[in-house]
């Protein structure tokens, strides 16, 4: 592949969308952190997007055949550093998950897209069959399971959307289906109860599980970030109170406004209006990786842009409606607007292997 041609025919369109979403959350973060000792997140947030971008080019310049031949490399190093980051992690939120300044279980995320991908374009059957599904299953379950025990449920909970989308595509029979949605019940209950033997630092974690069911029963305590995000999202009314001019956001009254919850400060400077438009961009990001889903030269390049689409959809949903009181209150970032350099890093890898099994289209 000429550089002209990879120049060419690079996804633009994916870039820009995702682009003018990073900087809409640059604006946002510098809003949010000013006067504050995180006054300096929004210029650090544009040197993750500027080394995100550099490390996106890199993932997308090599063949993602290759990467899908290193898959099991790439998982037992994963395993490995997931093992490590319980006796030379940093504990921050009641869970020990960074290690030197990263937060691990945000690669494994492409990992995962990567297992997936290679599992099922490598079946030679239209329909999977138990054993299919137990491999499988483990395969995604050991490091979910790591990432659970750190304890971190909501980026555990990030790796299953991609499992659960990849069998369905792979095609799976309505007696397997009932099964695995059984499973999926009793894994509530015994990851509860998991939860409850890794300590006291996981009381938070259960708490927040809970709280937005009825949050007005603890007000200040842990239904006190609901009950504040909804009150900013209908503060901003149509058309926002302005850049810098929130007062839910301003005055301090919401949470964490830079990273968790940067869309109920969003949508209180900016308003409905503009909420809307930035659903739409999503929306657009997500129909441009599906279209490159459909027109991938092979199954494993479509299981790989939809493994992409899939988890970011799944961040979306789980963010947006934590915001608004429909989903417990989780650590899950929003997509490309969020501070923070881990998540950052992998979207733009994800977007990367998008790019990646476009450009192959054109290869031959």
């Not at 691990?104 to 897209?113: D, P, Y």
């Not at 999977?128 to 990432?147: A, E, F, H, S, Y």
């Not at 599906?290 to 479509?302: E, K």
Request: hydrophobic fraction near 50%.
């Amino acid at each position: 592949m000429s550089p002209y041609r990879g120049f060419r025919d690079f996804d633009w369109p994916l870039l820009i969308i995702a682009l003018i979403i990073c900087s809409l959350g640059v604006l946002q973060i510098y809003s949010a952190t000013l006067d504050t000792h995180f006054h300096d997140a929004w210029w650090k947030q544009i040197l993750y997007i500027v080394g995100a971008l550099a490390i996106m080019w890199v993932i997308t310049s090599i063949d993602y055949h290759t990467l899908l031949g290193q898959t099991p490399i790439l998982y037992g190093i994963s395993v490995v550093t997931l093992l490590a980051t319980f006796v030379l992690g940093r504990r921050a939120g009641g869970a020990r998950r960074w290690l030197f300044h990263f937060q691990i279980s945000e690669l494994v995320k492409l990992v995962i897209v990567l297992v997936v991908a290679r599992y099922l374009s490598e079946l030679k059957r239209d329909e999977m069959t138990g054993r299919d599904l137990l491999k499988l299953g483990g395969l995604v379950g050991i490091p979910t399971v790591l990432v659970l025990a750190q304890p971190d449920f909501s980026t555990a909970a990030t790796y299953v959307p991609i499992l659960l989308v990849g069998i369905l595509m792979a095609g799976v029979s309505w007696r397997h289906l009932s099964i695995i949605a059984l499973a999926l019940a009793l894994a509530v209950p015994v990851g509860w109860f998991v939860l409850s033997q890794l300590g006291r630092d996981v009381e938070y974690q259960k708490s927040r599980l809970v709280t937005f069911l009825d949050p007005s029963r603890d007000p200040r305590g842990r239904g006190y970030q609901t009950i504040q995000s909804k009150i900013a999202v209908g503060d901003g009314g149509m058309w926002g109170r302005g850049v810098t001019h929130g007062t839910q956001t301003q005055l301090r009254f919401l949470p964490v406004p830079h990273t968790d919850f940067i869309f109920a400060a969003f949508a209180e400077e900016h308003g409905f209006v503009v909420v809307v438009v930035v659903l739409g961009l999503y929306f657009l990001l997500l129909m441009q990786i599906v279209q490159n889903a459909q027109t991938a030269p092979d199954r494993a390049g479509m299981y790989i842009c939809m493994g992409a689409a899939t988890l970011l959809l799944f961040h979306i949903l789980v963010n947006v409606g934590m915001v608004v009181g429909n989903v417990p209150v989780s650590g899950i970032p929003l997509p490309l607007m969020s501070a923070g350099g881990s998540n950052m890093i992998s979207i733009f890898m994800m977007l990367g292997l998008v790019n990646n099994v476009r450009l192959r289209r054109f290869i031959g």
